[in-house]
């Protein structure tokens, strides 16, 4: 039987930045909150602060580590 390759996880820190793709784009982002355990399977949830273009209000939003890439640079 082949052994399947585990995918690369990112393991960030809070303050750490990140990328996330987002509408196509890779966007930057701060990890703001390291949620736990609370996604399905046991899977990691993090808080980003998701960097924007405008002077509004930050988007933030709460996903899965293994959605998370190197930030852009």
Do not use: C, F, N
Not at 58 to 67: K, L, N
């Amino acid at each position: 039987m082949a052994q399947r390759a585990k995918s690369k996880v990112m393991h960030p820190k809070v303050g750490d930045r990140v990328g996330i793709e987002m509408a196509g784009r890779l966007r930057g982002a701060t990890v703001i909150e390291d949620r736990g355990k609370l996604g399905v399977g046991g899977a990691r949830i993090v808080r980003l602060d998701v960097d924007t273009s405008s002077s509004a209000e930050p988007y933030r939003v709460e996903v899965p580590e293994d959605w998370l890439k190197p930030a852009p640079s």
